[in-house]
């Protein structure tokens, strides 16, 4: 059983070699431990600067881990296959001469895992997701996008399943509380939408749902400027779920604008005042997701913005690092502190 390791390599299944042509082995290069977020280790390059690879939930890194796509142009990451095997079988099913790509046939040697077979007939189209779901019935993307196309043919009780399910694969979704807390809040279940709400607004910004490429974006309707609308009906919303009646979200979310780029706001203040708060009540979970809010709030933002906050790559990863031994996921923990080690330059002024 594959386990999240502890040291990074960007190149996880040595697809890519292990020496430059005059013999120097290769050194892992990492770039930031905001985006793309802790946890996914890339694989197979698909030549415009994105990857498929590995990605462990939080708090899962003993586990078998999904296969994820970045979209690095649109700052997302794509839980698009429950497992190895899975991917193995959509990359079959849509492929007219069922082949995988080199990378994953060295992706399955190194994993020793069998080559995946598929017993369909045609090819299946890349945004044939329902078929495709079929194929894979534990990728979280495919749970919600099938759920966004659910809501549109008026179908809440199954979509709702769903983003469920998507949610309890990848704990993390933000895309997919958004939309449970969208279908929940249409279903006039205010206050249980209220926690999905929330929850998408501090779940790793990587997991919104976006994407460069048209077969990996979510048809929800009701997904545009998704982040400002979960703001403006939190903040509207007059009974909250019991469980979040002291909540330091709620207390200050009606300070919070989720606005970028901006000369005025004090929204970072109020989150790492957040991430105190979760911290001193024992919510040590609440405190990693605002904390890695925080990064992904700051990397938008000006390298200014973060020499204002001492925002380093060394300083945001300490803090994280700690958070989670806190939370009790010490192997997440040990592999930031080893990313921070590795990188050239961590106390310069980037995430």
């Not at 002291?246 to 203040?269: C, H, K, W, Y």
């Not at 105190?276 to 938008?300: K, S």
């Not at 690092?321 to 806190?326: E, I, K, T």
Request: proline share 6%; charged share 25%; glycine share 6%.
């Amino acid at each position: 059983m594959m386990k999240m390791p502890t040291v990074y390599d960007d190149d996880i299944l040595s697809v890519e070699g292990g020496s430059y042509p005059d013999g120097t082995p290769t050194r892992t290069t990492v770039y930031s431990i905001v985006y793309p977020p802790v946890g996914f280790f890339p694989f197979a390059a698909t030549g415009n600067g994105d990857y498929h690879g590995f990605y462990w939930p939080i708090g899962r890194e003993d586990r078998p881990p999904m296969v994820a796509y970045s979209s690095h142009d649109a700052y997302a990451l794509i839980p698009e296959h429950g497992d190895l095997a899975c991917a193995g079988r959509c990359q079959l099913a849509r492929d007219e001469d069922r082949k995988l790509t080199y990378e994953f046939e060295s992706a399955f040697d190194a994993a020793d895992l069998p080559r995946p077979s598929v017993d369909v007939s045609g090819v299946i189209a890349v945004d044939d997701h329902k078929q495709l779901l079929a194929l894979d019935p534990d990728s979280p993307f495919r749970n919600c996008v099938v759920a966004d196309q659910l809501i549109a043919a008026n179908e809440l009780d199954e979509a709702e399943s769903h983003y469920r399910k998507a949610i309890e694969l990848l704990p993390e979704y933000g895309a997919a509380h958004f939309g449970l807390g969208y279908l929940l809040r249409r279903t006039r279940r205010q206050s249980q939408a209220s926690i999905h709400l929330r929850q998408s607004l501090i779940c790793p910004l990587a997991f919104w749902g976006g994407c460069f490429w048209a077969d990996h974006i979510l048809p929800g309707s009701f997904r545009p400027d998704w982040a400002r609308k979960s703001l403006l009906w939190l903040q509207k919303l007059k009974e909250p779920d019991e469980s979040l009646r002291d909540d330091p979200f709620m207390q200050n979310v009606q300070d919070l604008t989720i606005d970028t780029g901006v000369a005025e706001s004090r929204d970072s203040e109020l989150s790492i005042a957040m991430v105190d708060d979760y911290h001193r009540r024992g919510q040590f979970l609440d405190a990693v997701f605002m904390w890695i809010t925080v990064g992904d709030r700051a990397a938008l933002e000006t390298t200014s913005f973060r020499e204002r906050y001492g925002l380093t790559a060394r300083s945001f990863g300490t803090r994280l690092a700690a958070l989670f031994r806190d939370a009790g996921i010490d192997r997440r923990a040990e592999l930031i502190e080893n990313m921070v080690s590795l990188m050239e330059k961590p106390e310069g002024l980037y995430l």
